[in-house]
């Protein structure tokens, strides 16, 4: 009875503190996983979203670890990726309005498997690295935080895009056994988009 109470009174406290912190690899199998726009979930581990699966995030979502989403659909309003391990980001069908970069310095985070479309690519943190490999990445709207101790690297196929705005932007792209070159990215098609490989 004390057990049941402790768990009731915990759950009425993250209620009113709109914050709910995991512990450990959370796996949506099956179901639908939402949100509200009040909340953070952070994950201390891993996040998968099954593929009959689905997941709606209108508030903030951390993970330290590694985010797969194979599922029906993924909406997610922040996805932040935090912590000191290298973190992967495979995310089929779906739609990320602000993709945050918290990691602690050379903790690399890699996009891999598909491509990701990305209204705002934010760099919270200096000295963090986004390595795309065999994927793209569409930038819709605007890139913030990116410094010069701040990389995006393709391998691969990888493939940057990002929707024309009133400032081009100076990539440093390459990997580690080949160094890494300045890539400056302009205006390149008609319909308003700047693609760099």
């Not at 979502?61 to 000191?84: A, E, P, R, V």
């Not at 990389?151 to 932007?169: A, H, Q, V």
């Not at 990997?175 to 890494?180: E, P, Q, R, V």
């Amino acid at each position: 009875m004390i057990n049941q109470l402790f768990k009731y009174l915990l759950f009425v406290y993250l209620l009113f503190t709109n914050i709910v912190v995991l512990l450990g690899q959370l796996v949506v199998n099956g179901t639908s996983l939402t949100v509200s726009s009040s909340t953070s979930l952070r994950v201390d581990g891993h996040l998968m979203v099954d593929i009959n699966s689905y997941i709606n995030v209108q508030g903030s979502l951390s993970i330290s670890g590694n985010f797969t989403g194979k599922g029906l659909f993924q909406d997610i309003k922040k996805l932040s990726f935090y912590g000191s391990q290298p973190s992967h980001l495979l995310m089929q069908n779906g739609f990320l309005d602000t993709l945050d970069i918290s990691k602690l310095p050379f903790a690399k985070i890699f996009i891999d498997g598909d491509s990701v479309g990305v209204n705002y690519l934010q760099f919270s943190k200096d000295y963090n690295t986004l390595e795309i490999n065999d994927a793209s990445i569409a930038i819709k709207s605007d890139i913030s935080g990116f410094k010069q101790n701040s990389y995006i690297l393709t391998t691969g196929n990888g493939l940057i895009e990002r929707k024309l705005s009133s400032f081009p932007s100076v990539f440093p792209v390459g990997d580690d056994k080949n160094g890494f070159q300045p890539l400056f990215i302009s205006t390149s098609s008609q319909l308003g988009s700047e693609v760099a490989k």
